[in-house]
């Protein structure tokens, strides 16, 4: 069965910085696409950014391009999230997500989630 288990979120003041990370089991982790999704208080979970099987290919969706990095660690099972000079708007639950795509990345599983608030 597989299991992904982000950690890493917090409360930080706007400008500061946060590395999420996310450990899979269950799985060839290696084989998948990997994806961080957000779902900000009262809206839909919106796509964060997603990193190849291999980690030679990122996205990101434009609002972080610059501020966040994606990034893998296959022996460990697992991928990262960057996040540096936060906004008050990147507030919410984060989401890891395994399955294929890019740009138009698929989930086939979650994790639980990781709240971080960016206070003003």
């Known amino acids: 069965q597989v299991h992904l288990v982000e950690s890493g979120g917090g409360l930080v003041q706007a400008g500061r910085s946060l590395r999420l990370s996310c450990a899979a089991s269950?799985?060839?982790?290696?084989?998948?696409?990997m994806g961080w999704f957000r779902q900000p208080p009262g809206k839909e979970r919106e796509f964060v950014a997603a990193?190849?099987?291999?980690?030679?290919?990122?996205y990101y969706t434009e609002s972080v391009k610059g501020r966040f990095t994606i990034s893998r660690d296959n022996a460990k099972k697992t991928v990262y999230l960057q996040m540096n000079s936060l906004r008050p708007e990147d507030t919410g639950v984060y989401y890891c997500?395994?399955?294929?795509?890019?740009?138009?990345?698929?989930?086939?599983?979650w994790g639980q989630g990781t709240q971080v608030t960016v206070s003003s």
């Open positions: 990193i190849n099987w291999s980690g030679t290919i990122t």
């Open positions: 269950g799985t060839t982790f290696s084989t998948y696409d």
């Open positions: 997500a395994l399955g294929r795509g890019i740009r138009t990345f698929a989930a086939d599983f």
